[in-house]
């Protein structure tokens, strides 16, 4: 926001008894999280939104206030400091500093020196110039001390029940905004800011507010143990942070040369490294943003030496940093080869024996291991949602699609359960001398074994003219190495159910990264992703919803 405070006053003037020994030489916000002071994340929070001056209170060790910013800057905010020799508590701080305000400050943001959190400062801003207020405290739904009452309008009538009001009560996050009449206002005294509060809240209800803050960070450092066990955390690596270059140093590899950058997303990166004697290896840089990335590693190394699938050998793992080495099976994939004019069913046929192994050894495999979600009802209910909402968008729903699209659960959830790739597609596929190698594995979980084989039979990237012929080749290959009782025909139908259900997946997949997450190059894949739908449902007799996928794969595709 442009017009965002442009002061803020910081309170730092306590005396941090509670975090002795540790503050016997330091000011509690000027502690040492990972590798900067307590308050620098507070002020780097408020310099982002629009802050360009900081006025912060001292009292205990101001010499280390002085030492923090001996150059009266923050970034590129000034920093000026307010020693006070008696202790004014937080109202006569605030009083202290508002003759330092100028005509330009037309609201001020007061914050605990001592308080870590993830508040919307721009919304609450917002929030306190729309209502009007003088003050506008920042609370919470949660906490140790929920003593500030608010009514339902926003309205703060009481705090530490002093007014005998009976509204529902929050915890004070510590921070709050306020007009430069507010703190004009006052009284140079030594007392709390509560005070002056509680006085405004007497003399006008809806003086003073309250803005909630829903944000997952916020903390109190109040007590040593959670000051220390903060510390720790914040010293453990940070996950994914590392460089390519400095990830492939970790492992003793180098970045190949002239190489590009493997493909990579959700949270990961690849580059083909080697090491001093040529040999090439492919490192993977994952993060948190997904909580499969970490599964990786773990899985490669059940999956290759108890199930003997082909899955590159995993050659180091630096889980706390996030890097992982694997096996250099080349760039061939499954996709590349379809684009040959001969279809490479070697290739193919290789991949889906090795998928039957995954099924059936699996579950053995992988057993201990924290899998990602089964299929059940709440995933496929996901999987609909995912394309209504990507997909279909505003477009006008019909119902009865909507039902039949609700019945292919039903018809999957009675299949036997197996251990399945869940994305296994052309592009996940390596091939090396027409064997297939299974990449891409992270998201393992129990489901049923007809996702897999429609996934790769009805795969939007593979656009070749006669793929329906080989289709057929690749459902009747699926049928053999799956070692299927039943009829052809229930294998049939199951596997058509199985590939609508999958490319309501994949073509809200598409939807989605090209839409939301800035990836237009997705959207291309989308017509081919509901032409394949069209014809998947018509085969399981699901008119309304093959109707709906055609309907949209002739509409002109648009990065809405």
Known sequence: MTDFPRTAFILGAGLGT????????????????????????????????????????????????????????????????????????TGGGLANVAELLTDEDRDLIVWNGDILSGVDLAAAVEHHRANG????????????????????????????????????????????????AFALGVPK????????????????????????????????????????????????????????????????????????????????????????????????VYDDSRPENRLYGPLARALRDKAELNVPLVLGEDDPQGVLLLEDLGSTDL??????????????????????????????????LPLMEAFGPKLYQWERDYFRENVVEGRRFDRGAINEMETLAKELAGRPVVTIHRDFQSQNILVRDDEAWLIDFQGLRQGCAFYDFASLAFDPYLKRPDMDLWRIEIEDHAREVSEWKGSADEFTHLFHVAATQRLLQACGAYGFLGRKQ???????????????????????????????????????????
């Open 18 to 89: 509670r975090l002795r020994p540790l503050t016997e030489h330091c000011p509690k916000p000027l502690l040492r999280l990972g590798d900067e002071p307590l308050v620098f994340r507070a002020m780097r929070a408020l310099h982002q939104a629009g802050t360009r001056r900081f006025l912060i209170n001292t009292h205990h060790c101001p010499e280390v206030w002085t030492q923090a910013f001996p150059a009266g800057k923050f970034l590129d905010a000034e920093v000026r400091l307010v020693h006070e020799p008696v202790l004014l508590d």
């Open 133 to 180: 207020a003088e003050a506008t405290l920042v609370v919470r739904e949660q906490g140790p001390l929920k003593n500030v009452r608010i009514t339902d309008e926003g309205e703060v009538t009481d705090l530490r029940d002093r007014r005998g009001a009976t509204d529902p009560t929050y915890q004070y996050a510590g921070i709050c905004v306020v007009t430069r």
């Open 189 to 284: 005294e030594i007392e709390s800011l509560v005070e002056h509060f509680l006085r405004r809240v007497g003399e006008r209800l809806g003086s003073v507010q309250g803005y909630l803050d829903s944000s997952k960070l916020w903390l109190d450092l109040g007590t040593l143990e959670e000051f220390e066990k903060l510390r720790a955390e914040l010293a453990r690596p940070i996950r994914g942070r590392l460089s390519v270059e400095e990830a492939a140093g970790l492992v003793g590899y180098l970045p190949v040369v002239n190489e590009a950058v493997l493909k990579g997303g959700s949270g990961r990166r690849f580059q083909r490294v080697a090491n001093l004697s040529g040999h090439t290896a492919v490192l993977c």
């Open 335 to 368: 996709w590349s080869l379809a684009q040959q004019p001969a279809f490479p069913w070697p290739a193919f046929a290789s991949a889906l024996e090795q998928v039957a192994r995954l099924h059936r050894e699996g579950p053995a495999a992988t057993e201990g």
């Open 518 to 560: 800035g990836r237009p190059d997705f959207l291309a894949h989308l017509p081919q992703g509901l032409a394949n739908l069209a014809i998947a449902a018509s085969l399981t007799g699901r008119r309304k919803l093959a109707a709906l996928a055609k309907e949209l794969a002739a509409a002109p595709v648009s990065a809405r």
